[in-house]
């Protein structure tokens, strides 16, 4: 039974039950049988015996002793005329037919009274016997072998038809699945029952749907995975290229300076050089380690005041605005934004950086708020080389001399992370920054 398939296994097993059903019940109408078949008996005696008694009140004796003499030869009732109706103890009159060699004989005696139309009262006697048994038996094997049958036919039928519905839903869930296994995102499986079965496509169907909104977003995860480590690749190529340019400069310096070859013999000029060199790799090096702590930036979000942050700020870079006399000016009230305080303190520290380190002498820096954008301008030459496209890049370099190719970098990364707009416009000779304060948020 292990190794059958459904079909034949779900046929033998409903088939063996209903089998077993029919042949219960046939047996129990064959032991049952004899006694129904001895009360039917009874009811038919008690008919006749009412008919007759009807049919022969109010008859003389002679017609009443030829319609029965006559009614006792056709019939298997027999019929007599006794002296009185018994009380307790039955006597039987006239020759009656018992085989005394059965002993499953019975003996159905009614008795009924009449009066004859010469007001006489007459007492008459009907008595058959029966062989019950025997005669059940025969009954019995005349029809139940038919049943019997017809029954085990009807068996066959419905093992077939039903074995057939639970082979055929079956057989869908092992299509549905094996569609479900190939990742088919059409496949669903079909639930037009409340059972079982039913219970068990639905809970199919939820779970493939679940699998499947695992699947997606795992590959959504991934995307983002494949994303970071691009970003990651990109910046360390070109932090590294930022480190090793400067690096390879102060070399070079250094080395001059040791052999006394060319300008660089004048030591301490060079030296102040070298000075600048390192104190842009610290930059660099300061910038580096900022990326590499902004994943470490998150679920920190929080209304902040624009101009409190500003304004600290500002005490550092107006100090190196005045040595190339750049004139700072802002213009803010209470504008907010929902972001992390750290973060908005690297954004707008890498802004102004940009701001004072690209602005010509004498160039102003303007801070201010354009409807519902907080925005940052300065002045700049070389303007009309600017690729606005590939200011976030890496390696993009305002200045070739001297730049570190991570601020806007580094902002760029901060405002994706938290979700906030932002634009990049050359206006009128201007660079301007744009961070959008979306108020909807507070």
């Given at each position: ?18 089998a077993l059903v029919v042949l219960l019940v046939h047996f129990l109408v064959f032991l049952i049988f004899p006694k129904t078949y ?72 009614e008795e009924r009274g009449i009066k004859l139309n010469d007001g006489q009262d007459l007492f008459l006697q009907f008595i058959s ?60 499986l079909e639930v037009d029952t409340r059972d079982e079965i039913g219970d068990l496509k639905e809970q199919i169907n939820d779970l ?235």
């Open positions: 039974m292990k190794n059958l398939k459904i079909f034949p296994k779900m046929f033998i097993q409903i088939f063996s039950v209903l001895l009360e039917k008996r009874k009811n038919e005696v008690r008919t006749i015996a009412d008919q007759m008694a009807e049919s022969l009140d109010d008859k003389n004796m002679a017609e009443v002793e030829e319609i029965i003499d006559l009614y006792s030869r056709s019939s298997e009732v027999k019929a007599h005329i006794i002296e009185a109706m018994a009380d307790d103890a039955i006597k039987i009159e006239g020759n009656v037919m018992i085989d005394m060699n059965s002993d499953t004989n019975s003996l159905i005696i016997t029966a062989d019950v048994k025997k005669e059940a038996k025969d009954l019995s094997l005349k029809f139940l072998p038919y049943t019997l049958l017809l029954s085990f036919l009807l068996s066959v039928v419905v093992s077939l038809v039903y074995a057939k519905v639970i082979k055929n839903n079956v057989t869908e869930i092992k299509n549905v699945t094996d569609k479900m296994m190939a990742l088919d995102k059409e496949a669903i493939y749907t679940t699998l499947l909104k695992s699947i997606d977003d795992l590959e959504i995860k991934n995307k983002e995975i494949i994303k970071l480590e691009r970003l990651k690749y990109d910046f360390l190529k070109g932090s590294s290229h930022e480190l090793k340019t400067p690096l390879a400069s102060m070399k070079i310096i250094l080395e001059n300076m040791k052999y006394n070859i060319g300008k660089y013999k004048d030591r301490d000029t060079y030296i102040d050089e070298c000075i600048d060199i390192v104190d842009g790799l610290t930059a660099n090096v300061t910038q580096i380690l900022s990326v590499s702590s902004l994943e470490n930036l998150k679920n920190d979000e929080e209304v902040i005041l624009v101009n409190d942050v500003l304004a600290d700020l500002l005490k550092k870079y107006s100090v190196m605005a005045s040595q190339k006399n750049i004139k700072i000016t802002k213009d803010l009230a209470d504008e907010k934004i929902y972001i992390g305080k750290t973060a908005l303190k690297i954004i707008l520290s890498n802004l102004l950086s940009n701001a004072v380190k690209y602005t010509d002498e004498n160039g102003i820096i303007s801070i201010g708020v354009r409807g519902n954008w907080l925005y940052i301008e300065n002045s700049a030459s070389n303007l009309e080389a600017l690729d606005v496209d590939k200011i976030f890049d890496i390696n993009f370099d305002l200045n070739k001399e001297n730049s570190n190719g991570l601020g806007l970098y580094i902002v760029k990364n901060l405002l994706d992370n938290y979700k906030i707009d932002y634009q990049v416009k050359k206006e009128d000779g201007n660079f301007v920054f744009m961070i959008k304060l979306d108020q909807d948020k507070f």
